[in-house]
């Protein structure tokens, strides 16, 4: 059973322009929720994170929306770049002491000059 | 810091050989996961170790699959006998603190094809 799941698969943006991903979840035992960064032929690396606690975080062009009644939550991409062409993946984690990352599928962006 | 290391980078082995990959996990976590990436399901928890003691194995695939962490800088995913269903990207992961949540510092992966 996916728990976490992941929209679109992949996405084509222009350069300067949003990129968006949604994510959708189930368990509401969740509480924390990470975005990862994966470039080719590398592992993927924590880029942003929230609490259900709070609707938004923004980390310079990247921020994460959280929709807690909706179960739902999203990463913007501002002022998108060829560099920011990557997979990206959200995932959820429960409880403390938790070390169990349920991770979306990925979205492989491209953003095109 | 030199990250987590893996090795070897690329493995292509025939079906039936026995395959390990290594991991060298950043200096001073005491956490240790194994992810397997296809695909089809996506990025999987196969195992992980707290203090060199395996705690969660029950993402491990099969018997063929077996993983050991000797000491705290070394850490061993070994599959007997390979299957061609075996082929994905193997990656090590470690983080700081058990339950350091979402923290996991990923290594480069290994990318085995079985044949």
């Known amino acids: 059973q996916q728990q976490v799941k992941q929209s679109p698969q992949s996405l084509i943006v222009q350069k300067g322009g949003i990129s968006i991903i949604n994510c959708a979840y189930e368990n509401t035992a969740f509480d924390y929720f990470p975005w990862y960064q994966q470039f080719p032929g590398k592992g993927p690396a924590l880029l942003i994170a929230i609490r259900p606690d709070v609707s938004e975080k923004k980390e310079g062009r990247f921020t994460i929306s959280f929709n807690k009644s909706a179960k739902q939550f999203s990463l913007h991409i501002m002022d998108s770049q060829p560099g920011d062409s990557a997979t990206y993946f959200c995932a959820a984690i429960a409880g403390a002491g938790s070390y169990q990352l349920t991770f979306g599928k990925g979205t492989k962006l491209s953003v095109i000059p | 810091d030199a990250g987590v290391i893996q090795s070897p980078r690329h493995e292509v082995t025939e079906m039936g050989q026995e395959v390990t990959l290594r991991c060298k996990p950043i200096?001073?976590?005491?956490?240790l996961f194994w992810y397997r990436q296809t695909m089809m399901r996506g990025l999987e928890l196969l195992i992980y170790f707290n203090n060199n003691v395996p705690i969660d194995d029950s993402g491990m695939p099969e018997d063929r699959f077996s993983a050991k962490m000797p000491n705290a800088s070394f850490s061993t995913l070994k599959i007997q006998p390979s299957e061609p269903r075996d082929s994905a990207v193997y990656f090590c992961a470690s983080s700081l603190l058990a339950g350091a949540k979402g923290e996991q510092y990923f290594g480069p992966g290994t990318r085995l094809t079985v044949t």
């Open positions: 200096s001073g976590h005491n956490s």
